[in-house]
C-alpha cells in the first residue's frame, strides 16, 4: 500500500542525531495517524448507521434510495476492512522500526 510506503519513508528520513529525539519524533507522528484513523473510523460508522437507518425505514424509502443505501452500506464496510488492513501493516511496519 502506497500509504504505508508513505510512512515508512518518512520514518526513515527522521534525523537519528539522537536515539531520543528519533524516538519521540516517531511516537509523535504514531500520534497523528492514530487521530487520523480513528476519524476516518469515526466517519465510516457513521455512513453504516446513516444506511442502516435508511434501510430500517423502506417503507417509507424509494427503492433507488434503498438501493443507494444498500450499495453505500457495503462500500463502506469494504473501507472498514480496509483500514483494518492499513492499521495491521502500520503496526508491522512501526514494530520493525522500534526494533533496529
Not at 527522521?14 to 473510523?41: E, F, K, N, Y
Not at 455512513?47 to 434510495?65: C, F, G, H
Request: glycine share 2%; charged share 25%.
Amino acid at each position: 500500500m502506497q500509504f504505508i510506503d508513505f510512512v515508512k519513508s518518512v520514518v526513515d528520513c527522521l534525523p537519528s542525531s539522537s536515539s531520543q529525539q528519533r524516538s519521540t519524533r516517531i511516537a509523535t507522528l504514531g500520534d497523528h495517524i492514530i487521530d487520523m484513523i480513528w476519524s476516518v473510523d469515526a466517519v465510516i460508522d457513521e455512513v453504516i448507521n446513516d444506511a442502516k437507518a435508511t434501510l430500517s425505514a423502506e417503507d417509507s424509502a424509494t427503492p433507488v434510495t434503498i438501493e443507494k443505501a444498500k450499495v453505500t452500506k457495503q462500500n463502506a464496510e469494504r473501507d472498514k476492512e480496509g483500514l483494518q488492513v492499513i492499521v495491521k501493516r502500520l503496526l508491522v511496519c512501526l514494530v520493525h522500526v522500534y526494533l533496529l
